[in-house]
Each structure stands twice: as C-alpha cells, then as structure tokens.
C-alpha cells in the first residue's frame, strides 16, 4: 500500500509569499503531525491532529503558520508571509488507531529566497 | 515549538563492531519510546519500540534499553553494516503531553568499511 505522500517535494517561493504544503496521510491513519527539520538538525514539533479531537497546535512557531486536516485525511500546512528563517524540511506523518510509531512521508524542502 | 537539539553528535565505528547510542529523555511520565533511522534526503524509519514498563526490547540486529531511574535510552546495533549510516533519533510519547511524539537529539552513525 501506499505510505505517507507529500507535495510538493521541493518548494522555492519569494519572501513574503504564502505558501501550501499537502499531505496524504495513509488510508485510515487517525494520528497526522507535523515536523520542521532545519539542515542538520533534528524534528520539531509543529502540530498534531487526533482523530476529531482539537488539534494540538502548542509547536507552531508564529501565527504565521497555521494546518488544517480536512475529512480526517489530508492535511494541509500554510505559511503565510514566508521569511527566509522558514527554509527546512517539513515533514508529516501518520499513526494507525492505538499505535504509537509514526509513518513518514519524504518531506517537503522550502527554501525562502 | 518543541524542540530538539543543535549540532547533532556524532558516532564513527568500523564495519562489523556494534554500535551504541545513547539518549536522554525528560518526561518520566512517557509510555512509549521509540528509535527512527533517517537516511539522507528521507524522511525517518521505525527501527524499533519499548513501552515504559519494559526494560528492554530485541529486534533483528538491534537492542534497546530502557532506564527509567536515570530517563536513559539506548540502541544496539549488532555486527554495524554501511547501510547502518544514517541519524539516529530517539522519541517518546506520553498521554501527559497530549500523546504527541516528540523526537530527541539525533546522532549521526558513520560506518567505515
């Protein structure tokens, strides 16, 4: 079956645009979260969703950032007003019902020039 | 947001002798604790889980460690192959935290053939 998908793969915007990052989550996944990974680093948490639980979002940065997860599947994380401290790895990924590890996806690369 | 850590350290061994890394957690409350092997370009891979109420857990090649006393984890790589080099990461998850995943420092595993 299919694993986590993320898209774009490779994102170039203008500082100062907005920006959309999707995720597919795999089929029947209630658990999505969120992770930003700056070069050489490691994972930092931005937001979680939970089933139709209000989603944890105490990792975001800025108001700047903001997700939603829409029919408990896709998910889609927005950057508003995007600033060259924004540039990373953002990674999503999923967890099935009473399991704890989370799948990956590939991650989207932004990179704010 | 929640974060993990700067530079990440490094582990150098030779092809064939086992590896160990280590890590420290915070949350004496996690339930679960988890390895992730992140290759270049990719996003991380379940290695292997321990609940909290286990002291330690066999997989194929690999070994954790769980000690609760002094918030302690490690993994145990037998018999370290080239395909072994990649970051390592350790996470835990607690229902005190919302039952989020959050990631500790990574370690950089070089295998030298």
């Known amino acids: 079956g299919a694993g986590v998908s993320q898209s774009p793969s490779n994102k170039v915007t203008e500082k100062g645009k907005d920006v959309e990052l999707r995720c597919d989550p795999i089929?029947?996944?209630?658990?999505l979260y969120w992770y930003r990974q700056s070069l050489g680093q490691g994972l930092e948490f931005l937001i979680y969703?939970?089933?139709?639980?209000?989603?944890?979002k105490s990792g975001l940065p800025s108001d700047r950032f903001s997700a939603e997860r829409t029919g408990g599947s896709v998910s889609t994380l927005t950057i508003q007003r995007t600033q060259q401290e924004d540039s990373a790895v953002y990674l999503c990924?999923?967890?099935?019902?009473?399991?704890?590890?989370?799948?990956f996806g590939q991650g989207t690369r932004l990179t704010v020039v | 947001g929640e974060s993990v850590g700067l530079h990440l350290p490094t582990l150098s061994v030779q092809e064939g002798d086992n590896s160990i890394i280590n890590c420290a957690y915070s949350?004496?409350?996690?339930?679960?604790f988890i390895w992730y092997k992140q290759e270049s370009g990719k996003g991380p891979q379940f290695i292997i889980d321990i609940r909290s109420n286990m002291d330690k857990r066999q997989g194929q090649r690999v070994t954790v460690l769980l000690n609760k006393t002094v918030k302690h984890l490690s993994l145990q790589i037998a018999a370290t192959q080239p395909g072994d080099s990649a970051v390592y990461f350790c996470a835990e998850i607690g229902d005190n935290q919302g039952g989020k995943l959050i990631f500790g420092q990574g370690t950089e595993l070089s295998v030298k053939p």
């Open positions: 990924a999923s967890s099935p019902q009473g399991r704890p590890e989370a799948f």
């Open positions: 089929s029947g996944h209630t658990a």
């Open positions: 969703f939970q089933g139709n639980s209000a989603p944890d």
């Open positions: 949350n004496s409350a996690s339930d679960y």
